[in-house]
């Protein structure tokens, strides 16, 4: 009967196990102290151009996660416990382009990101990048482009919300007051070419509270977000970024690849929950017979 039951019990912590993908670190270096670099890429459109107003959204997926300091050690990497991490920002809203010789900068407002995480495969099963602007209409019976949705990223549902963060004042550090959201350094603007950076205050998703650490401006942001961009099409703008070697089209005007950086709050691993879950389980069950 003992036999059955620890069958029983080790079953439903499998059964657990599997019904969802699972995030949690690996090959944590020994003394680490949580500064943490994600890697990632994806693209993005503007709803009209660099006008004030304009709204700037896009999909991106996480290819790793690495250690900051401690010779950049891979502590996720895509598929890791069958998962993968995909997302989508949306509301960055155009506030000011300076024009400066063939760039100039660039100031915005607002914006915000959700991360989900979902069975390995499940963007690329969905049409990938490739879908374009066609991947926000797919999406869960349709969503709009100026929102945190895409095919294959927020409709899969295996996993769901990992993790999501608004854009904070912050970016532009002589603004007064602090208004800016995001600043950007265009290095030519037909192609666009460049970079911006952000600060992003975590505020939902099962990982909130490892990632909620309060770690800039004061306390006040918790992750700091760079991007790179190119503009599709273009020579030097390589977007060859999915499995397959399958170009980006559909309507995406930049490639872009964004590190951001933070620091954790290093969590119990999922496996030793998962194992304490079902001794827990067993120890309910031997009370119960003994009463």
């Known amino acids: 009967m003992k036999t059955k039951l620890l069958a029983i019990a080790l079953g439903l912590a499998a059964c657990v196990a599997q019904a969802a993908p699972s995030f949690s670190f690996s090959n944590v270096p020994a003394g680490w ?9 994806g693209f993005e459109n503007f709803s009209n ?25 891979t502590i996720w990497a895509d598929g890791q416990n069958g998962a993968e991490i995909t997302g989508a920002f949306s509301g960055i809203t155009v506030a000011n382009f300076d024009a400066a010789g063939p760039g100039g900068f660039l100031y915005a ?18 049409g990938g990048f490739s879908q374009g602007l066609g991947g926000y209409a797919a999406a869960g019976g349709g969503c709009a482009l100026n929102q945190n949705c ?9 996993g769901g919300l990992l993790l999501s963060a608004d854009y904070v004042p912050g970016a532009d550090v002589t603004d007064d007051p602090l208004v800016n ?20 205050a975590v505020t939902g998703g099962s990982a909130a509270d490892i990632f909620d650490t309060n ?15 190119c503009t599709v099409g273009t020579p030097a703008c390589a977007t060859f970024a999915q499995a397959g070697g399958t170009p980006a089209s559909g309507g995406w005007q930049l490639k872009i690849d ?6 954790v709050k ?19 069950i031997r009370r119960r017979k003994s009463a």
């Open 215 to 229: 770690g800039f401006i004061g306390g006040t942001a918790d992750l700091n977000a760079n991007n790179t961009f």
């Open 49 to 73: 151009g660099l006008n004030n107003g304009s709204q700037n959204y896009g999909v991106l997926k996480v290819t790793s996660i690495q250690t900051i300091g401690f010779g950049e050690v």
């Open 266 to 284: 290093l969590p119990e691993p999922a496996s030793l929950a998962l194992v304490g879950g079902a001794l827990l389980g067993l120890g309910l």
């Open 181 to 200: 959201t995001v600043v950007g350094l265009l290095s030519a603007a037909n192609p666009l070419r460049g970079s911006a950076q952000g600060y992003l």
């Open 33 to 41: 102290d949580g500064a943490f670099s994600i890697k990632l890429t």
């Open 109 to 126: 407002t607002g914006g915000s990101v959700d991360l989900f995480i979902n069975p390995v495969g499940s963007l690329v099963a969905a």
């Open 150 to 158: 895409y095919h294959g990223v927020s409709d899969v549902g295996a």
């Open 258 to 263: 964004d590190p951001v950086v933070g620091s």
